[in-house]
Protein backbone atom coordinates (compact mmCIF):
# COMPACT_ATOMS: atom_id res chain seq x y z
CA UNK A 1 0.00 0.00 0.00
CA UNK A 2 1.47 3.02 -0.98
CA UNK A 3 2.12 5.97 1.08
CA UNK A 4 0.12 9.17 0.63
CA UNK A 5 -0.57 10.45 3.39
CA UNK A 6 0.59 13.90 4.41
CA UNK A 7 0.53 15.15 7.91
CA UNK A 8 -0.63 18.03 8.77
CA UNK A 9 1.25 19.75 11.68
CA UNK A 10 -1.28 22.84 12.46
CA UNK A 11 0.50 23.71 15.89
CA UNK A 12 2.53 27.11 17.69
CA UNK A 13 3.66 24.36 20.14
CA UNK A 14 6.90 23.24 18.22
CA UNK A 15 7.71 20.85 20.74
CA UNK A 16 3.99 18.76 20.54
CA UNK A 17 4.81 19.14 16.32
CA UNK A 18 7.84 17.08 17.06
CA UNK A 19 6.21 14.67 18.74
CA UNK A 20 3.64 13.94 16.69
CA UNK A 21 6.03 14.21 13.46
CA UNK A 22 8.09 11.70 15.48
CA UNK A 23 4.96 9.21 15.75
CA UNK A 24 3.66 9.51 12.09
CA UNK A 25 7.02 9.02 10.31
CA UNK A 26 6.92 5.14 9.66
CA UNK A 27 3.37 5.89 7.89
CA UNK A 28 3.29 9.21 6.53
CA UNK A 29 5.14 9.91 3.27
CA UNK A 30 5.66 13.65 4.53
CA UNK A 31 4.43 16.61 6.87
CA UNK A 32 2.77 19.60 6.23
CA UNK A 33 4.41 23.01 8.29
CA UNK A 34 1.97 25.77 7.98
CA UNK A 35 2.27 29.84 8.79
CA UNK A 36 2.02 29.16 12.52
CA UNK A 37 3.93 26.48 13.02
CA UNK A 38 7.36 27.91 10.61
CA UNK A 39 6.83 31.38 12.32
CA UNK A 40 7.73 29.54 15.51
CA UNK A 41 10.38 27.14 14.27
CA UNK A 42 12.36 28.88 11.12
CA UNK A 43 14.48 27.28 9.26
CA UNK A 44 16.46 25.84 11.99
CA UNK A 45 13.32 23.70 13.10
CA UNK A 46 12.70 22.54 9.50
CA UNK A 47 15.87 20.72 9.60
CA UNK A 48 14.59 18.94 12.58
CA UNK A 49 11.57 17.97 10.50
CA UNK A 50 13.52 16.97 7.36
CA UNK A 51 15.59 14.60 9.47
CA UNK A 52 12.35 12.38 10.17
CA UNK A 53 13.05 11.63 6.58
CA UNK A 54 9.90 12.71 5.41
CA UNK A 55 9.13 15.29 2.66
CA UNK A 56 8.10 18.83 3.67
CA UNK A 57 5.48 20.74 2.32
CA UNK A 58 5.58 24.38 3.67
CA UNK A 59 2.36 25.76 3.53
CA UNK A 60 2.54 29.67 3.43
CA UNK A 61 -0.18 30.34 0.74
CA UNK A 62 1.77 33.34 -0.61
CA UNK A 63 -0.02 35.83 -2.11
CA UNK A 64 1.87 39.17 -3.46
CA UNK A 65 2.61 41.49 -6.43
CA UNK A 66 5.32 39.74 -8.61
CA UNK A 67 8.23 40.52 -7.41
CA UNK A 68 7.68 39.99 -3.86
CA UNK A 69 6.73 36.51 -4.75
CA UNK A 70 10.08 35.83 -6.55
CA UNK A 71 12.02 36.85 -3.71
CA UNK A 72 9.78 34.91 -1.21
CA UNK A 73 10.02 31.97 -3.67
CA UNK A 74 13.70 32.37 -3.72
CA UNK A 75 14.34 32.63 -0.12
CA UNK A 76 12.57 29.54 0.62
CA UNK A 77 14.06 27.55 -2.46
CA UNK A 78 17.52 28.35 -1.07
CA UNK A 79 16.28 26.65 2.26
CA UNK A 80 17.18 22.87 0.73
CA UNK A 81 14.86 21.64 3.27
CA UNK A 82 11.71 22.03 1.56
CA UNK A 83 10.41 20.34 -1.20
CA UNK A 84 7.40 21.52 -2.14
CA UNK A 85 5.71 25.46 -1.59
CA UNK A 86 2.10 26.65 -1.90
CA UNK A 87 0.99 29.75 -3.63
CA UNK A 88 -2.70 31.19 -4.08
CA UNK A 89 -3.59 30.58 -8.08
CA UNK A 90 -5.75 33.48 -7.29
CA UNK A 91 -2.86 36.00 -7.66
CA UNK A 92 -3.47 35.66 -11.71
CA UNK A 93 -0.60 33.82 -14.15
CA UNK A 94 2.22 36.91 -13.35
CA UNK A 95 2.77 36.32 -10.12
CA UNK A 96 2.36 32.11 -10.50
CA UNK A 97 4.93 32.78 -13.42
CA UNK A 98 7.67 34.90 -11.46
CA UNK A 99 6.74 32.40 -8.44
CA UNK A 100 7.50 29.00 -10.87
CA UNK A 101 11.10 31.18 -12.56
CA UNK A 102 12.38 31.55 -8.88
CA UNK A 103 11.79 27.97 -7.48
CA UNK A 104 14.80 26.39 -8.82
CA UNK A 105 14.39 22.61 -7.16
CA UNK A 106 10.96 23.26 -5.18
CA UNK A 107 8.10 22.27 -6.14
CA UNK A 108 5.09 24.96 -6.43
CA UNK A 109 1.68 23.59 -5.58
CA UNK A 110 -1.24 25.83 -6.10
CA UNK A 111 -3.94 26.88 -4.02
CA UNK A 112 -7.43 26.79 -5.65
CA UNK A 113 -10.14 26.90 -3.35
CA UNK A 114 -10.28 26.27 0.78
CA UNK A 115 -11.78 23.30 1.67
CA UNK A 116 -13.59 25.92 4.13
CA UNK A 117 -15.17 27.33 1.19
CA UNK A 118 -18.47 26.18 -0.65
CA UNK A 119 -16.85 26.09 -4.26
CA UNK A 120 -17.68 24.77 -7.89
CA UNK A 121 -15.64 22.11 -10.16
CA UNK A 122 -15.63 24.84 -12.76
CA UNK A 123 -14.24 27.24 -10.65
CA UNK A 124 -11.38 24.44 -8.94
CA UNK A 125 -10.53 23.74 -12.81
CA UNK A 126 -10.22 27.37 -13.65
CA UNK A 127 -7.95 27.67 -11.14
CA UNK A 128 -6.31 24.53 -12.26
CA UNK A 129 -5.76 25.41 -15.38
CA UNK A 130 -3.62 28.65 -14.43
CA UNK A 131 -1.10 26.51 -12.66
CA UNK A 132 -1.10 24.49 -15.07
CA UNK A 133 -0.12 27.12 -18.06
CA UNK A 134 1.86 29.00 -15.02
CA UNK A 135 3.96 25.72 -14.68
CA UNK A 136 3.50 24.55 -11.22
CA UNK A 137 4.08 20.95 -9.99
CA UNK A 138 0.35 20.14 -8.47
CA UNK A 139 -2.67 21.63 -6.80
CA UNK A 140 -4.42 21.98 -3.81
CA UNK A 141 -8.10 20.81 -4.17
CA UNK A 142 -10.76 18.93 -2.24
CA UNK A 143 -10.96 15.19 -3.00
CA UNK A 144 -14.40 16.10 -4.07
CA UNK A 145 -13.13 17.81 -7.25
CA UNK A 146 -9.65 15.20 -7.55
CA UNK A 147 -11.05 13.13 -10.71
CA UNK A 148 -12.65 16.50 -12.36
CA UNK A 149 -8.85 17.94 -11.89
CA UNK A 150 -7.09 14.74 -12.61
CA UNK A 151 -9.03 15.14 -15.94
CA UNK A 152 -7.23 18.19 -16.48
CA UNK A 153 -3.34 16.42 -16.20
CA UNK A 154 -2.21 13.23 -16.01
CA UNK A 155 1.08 14.44 -14.72
CA UNK A 156 -0.12 17.50 -12.14
CA UNK A 157 0.28 16.52 -8.13
CA UNK A 158 -2.57 16.73 -6.25
CA UNK A 159 -2.56 17.32 -2.86
CA UNK A 160 -6.26 16.70 -1.37
CA UNK A 161 -6.77 18.35 2.20
CA UNK A 162 -10.58 18.06 4.31
CA UNK A 163 -9.66 14.12 4.37
CA UNK A 164 -11.32 12.71 7.31
CA UNK A 165 -10.54 9.48 9.60
CA UNK A 166 -12.91 7.19 10.89
CA UNK A 167 -15.18 9.30 12.20
CA UNK A 168 -17.18 12.20 10.59
CA UNK A 169 -16.28 15.15 12.20
CA UNK A 170 -16.06 17.83 9.65
CA UNK A 171 -14.40 20.12 12.11
CA UNK A 172 -14.35 23.54 9.83
CA UNK A 173 -13.91 22.45 6.68
CA UNK A 174 -16.87 21.85 3.74
CA UNK A 175 -15.94 19.66 1.59
CA UNK A 176 -14.47 16.82 2.49
CA UNK A 177 -13.95 12.97 2.18
CA UNK A 178 -13.25 9.86 4.28
CA UNK A 179 -9.38 8.63 3.66
CA UNK A 180 -10.82 5.04 2.58
CA UNK A 181 -13.35 6.72 -0.31
CA UNK A 182 -10.19 9.16 -1.66
CA UNK A 183 -7.92 5.94 -1.32
CA UNK A 184 -10.40 3.95 -3.59
CA UNK A 185 -10.32 6.86 -6.16
CA UNK A 186 -6.57 7.61 -5.80
CA UNK A 187 -5.11 4.00 -4.88
CA UNK A 188 -3.54 3.87 -8.58
CA UNK A 189 -2.29 7.22 -9.06
CA UNK A 190 1.53 7.88 -7.20
CA UNK A 191 0.92 11.59 -7.56
CA UNK A 192 -2.40 11.74 -5.42
CA UNK A 193 -1.86 12.87 -1.79
CA UNK A 194 -4.55 12.89 1.65
CA UNK A 195 -3.14 16.05 3.88
CA UNK A 196 -4.59 15.10 7.23
CA UNK A 197 -4.16 16.89 10.13
CA UNK A 198 -6.45 16.89 13.60
CA UNK A 199 -8.12 13.44 12.70
CA UNK A 200 -4.60 12.01 13.56
CA UNK A 201 -3.45 13.95 16.42
CA UNK A 202 -6.58 15.83 18.11
CA UNK A 203 -7.88 12.70 20.64
CA UNK A 204 -5.39 9.68 21.53
CA UNK A 205 -1.95 8.93 19.89
CA UNK A 206 -0.90 9.86 16.54
CA UNK A 207 0.37 7.08 15.36
CA UNK A 208 -2.30 4.49 16.49
CA UNK A 209 -4.47 6.82 14.74
CA UNK A 210 -2.39 7.52 11.57
CA UNK A 211 -2.30 3.66 11.31
CA UNK A 212 -6.25 2.95 11.73
CA UNK A 213 -7.12 5.32 9.47
CA UNK A 214 -4.50 3.78 6.80
CA UNK A 215 -6.64 -0.02 7.33
CA UNK A 216 -9.83 1.78 7.26
CA UNK A 217 -9.22 1.73 3.41
CA UNK A 218 -8.28 -1.72 3.16
Known amino acids: MKKNIFVAL ?71 TVKYLTVHTSGDYDMLKAAQDSSGNLELLGVTVLTSQSSTKNQVNLLTNLAIKSGLSGVIASAQEYL ?43 SAFAVIGRPIYEDGDAGQNIKKIIQSAK
Not at 33 to 54: H, P, Q, V, W, Y
Not at 155 to 170: E, N, Q, T
Open 148 to 190: SVRSLSKDLKIFCPGIRGIDDKKHDQKRVMSYSEFYNISKNDS
Open 10 to 80: DFSNYDKAIDVANSVKNEAAGLKITNELFAICGKDGLKKFSDFGLEIFLDLKILDIPNTVKKTVASIASLK
